[in-house]
């Protein structure tokens, strides 16, 4: 199909809001643990109750699409979101959340799902890296927002005097329980999620007319995938991928907390805004690899680098590792979108339900911080995390042996095919 712009910033869009609702969790674990007085492992049950939901819901999502369109099903998906944050927000306490984490993963999932997909047909396959790698960037832009804005939320609500307030602060400080208040966040993610409600109904969703290979297939479909050792190995590098990332930016601030003694509330949630920015700023350098060099190569060297940046981080005193956890963001900046355009232009066929597939890789993300919570009950923290040394060398393999049936263009392919049509 041709280049659809419009579809393209919508979901653009998309990806923004996933982000700012999936990275909020990290900075908000110290005052979890404090508030509700959880182990490790049960405040990793947390981002497992959010992140499973990828592997319950990403394959019937895609099934789901074929029946049902784009619009239908990402609308569904934000009503999920929105009953899950307000249910958390009208009664915070712990099992609620596990709830209510679950219906916002449920719903991230299916827009995952959706959009991927979306951005390959709508977008142009061969621009399909670049165009996932911006995707990356304004998912990064809007991770790098959301810790400020729970930042900015806490210290603001602590205030007595913000019940006496007006606007929406002046609302939250009388809705959200004074010992509580980062639960204000969910308010947030309720009001977010209803104004995407509202677009996506006012959206006109043109007609994205999909080849048979980039539809969502029959369960059977999936098996089949299921059978090939090459979407084995790329679903086991977006487990791998997401799991490394919510590894770090789940534990980063409570790292930083007990072997640093730093302030969850200022200099922890600064980290994590600052490893989801320059996660951004990642991005803009990928962009511009990604236009000279093979994508593959991009992929090892920023994976060698996040090797790197953990052994500071883990093992560095104070004045390094609170610099070294935010840099980790530039080194996994590119990742997520060189192994999915990669994955996708490895197979002839099925791209939709391929998709779905690695889509439930994000459930990576659920299992990784739990381990690293476990680990860290029995040995300590510092080990629990050094667990993330095995992914990124899974990361790192991918690189070495994926053989994409469409690489990525180069500004010297480019040029070369230029060449080549003037002169037929």
């Known amino acids: 199909m041709k280049r659809n712009y419009f579809l393209v910033g919508l979901v653009m869009l998309v990806f923004f809001v996933i982000s700012f609702l999936t990275n909020i969790l990290g900075p908000l674990i110290p005052d979890i643990i404090s508030s509700f007085n959880l182990s490790l492992t049960m405040v990793a049950l947390l981002p497992f109750a959010f992140f499973i939901a990828y592997g319950v819901m990403s394959i019937p999502s895609g099934m789901l699409l074929e029946r049902y369109r784009e619009k239908r099903v990402m609308t569904a998906a934000f009503i999920s979101a929105f009953i899950g944050a307000l249910l958390f927000a009208l009664h915070p306490v ?7 984490l679950f219906l916002l993963g449920a719903g991230m999932a299916t827009l995952q799902v959706a959009i991927n997909p979306l951005l390959r047909a709508a977008g142009g396959e061969e621009h399909f890296a670049f165009n996932s790698v911006l995707a990356q960037l304004i998912f990064g832009l809007a991770s790098f927002l959301s810790p400020f804005v729970y930042s900015h939320m806490v210290r603001t609500l602590a205030d007595p005097a913000a019940a006496a307030g007006g606007g929406f602060t002046g609302v939250l400080a009388r809705l959200v329980p004074r010992e509580l208040p980062w639960s204000s966040l969910y308010w947030v993610i309720a009001a977010v999620t209803l104004i995407m409600v509202l677009v996506m109904l006012a959206s006109r969703f043109p007609e994205v007319t999909r080849k048979e ?22 679903f086991i590098g977006i487990f791998a991928y997401v799991g490394t990332e919510q590894g770090i930016a789940n534990w980063m601030s409570k790292f930083l907390q007990t072997y640093h003694g730093l302030d969850p509330q200022t200099v922890g949630a600064s980290s994590v805004a600052w490893f989801w920015g320059l996660m951004t700023a990642g991005c803009f350098l990928g962009l511009l690899l990604l236009k000279l060099f093979d994508s593959r190569a991009v992929l090892v060297g920023f994976t060698v680098a996040a ?17 070294a956890f935010p840099l980790l963001g530039f080194g996994l900046s590119v990742m997520w979108s060189i192994i999915f355009s990669l994955a996708l232009n490895s197979v002839s066929e099925h791209h939709g339900s391929f998709s779905g597939i690695l889509c439930t890789g994000i459930a990576g993300g659920a299992l990784l911080p739990l381990v690293i919570g476990r680990l860290g009950d029995w040995f300590g923290l510092r080990i629990g995390m050094t667990f993330l040394y095995i992914t990124l060398a899974y990361i790192l393999s991918v690189g070495l042996w994926a053989k994409p049936l469409i690489q990525n263009e180069t500004v010297a392919q480019s040029r070369e095919k230029k060449h080549a049509d003037h002169r037929s």
């Open 307 to 323: 090797m790197v940046l953990l052994t500071a981080a883990l093992f560095g005193p104070v004045s390094l590792a609170r610099y």
């Open 213 to 234: 290979d980039e539809r969502a297939g029959a369960w059977a479909t999936h098996v089949h995938l299921f059978k090939q050792k090459t979407v084995i190995l790329f």
């Open 94 to 100: 712990y099992s609620v959340a596990l709830i209510s």
